[in-house]
């Protein structure tokens, strides 16, 4: 009995530790800028059913109230604000539609979503223990300037940079300061956010256990179109036709390593989101810069800790189309006001109602109704901002979840 008796103590004490374990709270961080925020309005929800490959998709997005999906055990705290970011403000809560772009207040739901929806509710499902969100996102950002990460040193003008503020007039010492001053200053935001949530995640998370603790699971980073079509940061390669964008590739190295030290994680699971925008059949410049944002992935230190998402398959080719269609009606309205040769106006004697009955009978040539209605129905924005599309940010969302999964089972050796 003797003999017995610590056995049994130590069995009572396996369920316990299990228990610790399988609670200890699994973190996520989300950074960007725009298209991490998210741009998809809630009312193109109903776009994600018309595609039997996607329907299944809106049901996960969706309860039978018809409402937005509250995650069960997944809680978010999202870091935004104004371009400056001056404003910053944060908004907690249980994981749901809401969390992406917001207005002057960032602490209120925009009614928009980004990749985070569906990137929680795929955690929400794969993962029993509680999860936690910490999205950091602002508009209008830059890898180069903004979000350099501190290994990538300051950032050097160029001589050709130089060349140009002088015949412009500007102090060039003074911009020198202004882009030092900028230089860093959201990836500071970023890291900082991240610690002070961490400092007290039960203040977002109410099923944190402290005992458990926490464990950073993951981390995806999603942006590029600020340096996409940065002509000064990036000269012309030497063929002439694109752009180098090989610093790009430089730094995201830089900020992967950056951000791992900074939050003690060494081989923390990173999803690089490759921009795109303009899908399959974008032009060679954007194809250039998609494998410079990819490259890193590629190396032998980031092998299986690292993972690159293409998102051009998730671009809406069909909503495309009507972009390019409402783009020529706009293209008109102009002409027509113009009184330019190639529009109906071109003699000029059209009155204001006349010109909006011109441009009206255009679009309809142009615009079907059926077009029209798809376009209400799935897009709520510009193309940069993936039309506004949710079926195209839930997919986005969906796939940085899965390729994080994947890292996680490997780190884990499962």
């Known amino acids: 009995m003797k003999r017995l008796l610590p056995l049994v103590a130590s069995l009572l004490l396996l369920p316990l530790t299990a228990t610790a374990q399988s609670k200890k709270l699994k973190v996520f961080i989300l950074a960007g800028q725009s298209n991490m925020e998210g741009h998809a309005r809630i009312e193109t929800f109903d ?70 929806f569906m990137f929680g509710l795929t955690m929400d499902g794969a993962i029993k223990e509680p999860c936690l969100i910490i999205k950091t996102a602002w508009g209008g950002r830059s890898l180069s300037t903004e979000f350099r990460p501190p290994s990538a ?55 944190y256990d402290a005992a458990a603790g926490y464990e950073i699971a993951g981390f995806v980073w999603f942006q590029g179109f600020n340096d996409l079509v940065d002509g000064n940061t990036y000269p012309m390669g030497a063929d002439g036709k694109t752009r180098d964008y090989s610093k790009y590739s430089e730094w995201m190295a830089d900020f992967i390593r950056d951000v791992r ?27 250039s810069f998609r494998k410079a944002m990819a490259a890193p992935a590629l190396l032998p230190e980031f092998k299986g800790n690292v993972a690159a998402v293409e998102t051009a398959p998730f671009w809406s080719d069909e909503l495309d189309a009507i972009d390019k269609k409402n783009a020529k009606v706009k293209q008109m309205a102009y002409l027509l006001r113009m ?76």
């Open 153 to 207: 040193g300051p950032y050097v003008f160029s001589e050709a940079q130089i060349e140009q503020m002088k015949k412009q007039g500007k102090d060039v010492d003074a911009e020198k300061a202004k882009k030092a001053e900028e230089s860093g200053r959201f990836y500071k935001f970023m890291i900082d956010h991240v610690k002070s949530v961490l400092a007290d995640p039960k203040r977002v998370c109410p099923d």
């Open 339 to 414: 009184k330019d040769k190639n529009s109906a106006n071109k003699d000029g004697l059209m009155d204001e109602a006349q010109q909006k009955e011109a441009l009206k009978k255009y679009e309809a040539e142009l615009i079907s109704p059926a077009e029209a209605a798809m376009w209400k129905r799935g897009a709520s924005n510009a193309g940069y901002h993936y039309l506004g599309c949710a079926k195209t940010f839930a997919l986005m969302g969906k796939a940085f979840a899965e390729a994080n999964l994947v890292m996680m089972k490997g780190r884990n050796g499962s």
């Open 47 to 116: 776009y994600i059913g018309d595609d039997p490959a996607t329907a299944p998709l809106l049901k996960q997005m969706r309860g039978a109230d018809g409402k937005p999906t509250v995650a069960d055990h997944t809680w978010i705290s999202y870091l935004t604000g104004h371009y400056e970011g001056k404003a910053n403000g944060e908004g907690t809560g249980k994981l749901t539609a809401g969390y992406g772009a917001r207005g002057s207040n960032p602490t209120q739901d925009g009614g928009k979503i980004g990749p985070e």
């Open 261 to 287: 030290k900074d939050l003690s994680v060494p081989k923390m699971p990173f999803v690089i989101g490759v921009l795109g925008v303009d899908g399959l059949n974008a032009k060679e410049g954007t194809v």
